[in-house]
Nanobody, 120 residues
Framework: QVQLAESGGGLVQPGGSLRLSCAAS????????MGWYRQAPGKQRELVAT???????NYADSVKGRFTISRDNAKNAVYLQMNSLKPEDTALYYC??????????????WGQGTQVTVSS
């Protein structure tokens, strides 16, 4: 079993920055892609950014140029640097990890979420 611990959320003014961190722990055979998703009240969870084990990244159009995802494979950690924050970025941010079992079966894990609030 894998546990994901998120941190770094908080209250910030528009134009400010935050850095989210997520560390995976537990029984990890193979950690593949990791990513960040967010969910605002009344809306569905949406992809923010993903990163493969090799460092390839993918971003939602709404955050391109403002957010940067990175990872530290040695620490089983993924980070999200958020700059030029906007009120519409306010959401509960979830870390996701895609793993693979010893037998090749995929297993996906989610963190509990960390709140990001950007004042208007």
């Amino acid at each position: 079993q894998v546990q994901l611990a998120e941190s770094g959320g908080g209250l910030v003014q528009p134009g400010g920055s935050l850095r989210l961190s997520c560390a995976a722990s537990g029984s990890i055979f193979s950690l593949n892609a990791m990513g960040w998703y967010r969910q605002a009240p009344g809306k569905q969870r949406e992809l923010v950014a993903t990163i493969t084990s090799g460092g390839s990244t993918n971003y939602a159009d709404s955050v391109k140029g403002r957010f940067t995802i990175s990872r530290d494979n040695a620490k089983n950690a993924v980070y999200l640097q958020m700059n030029s924050l906007k009120p519409e970025d306010t959401a509960l941010y979830y870390c996701k990890a895609d793993t693979q079992t010893r037998w090749g079966s995929p297993l996906n894990y989610w963190g509990q979420g960390t709140q990001v609030t950007v004042s208007s």
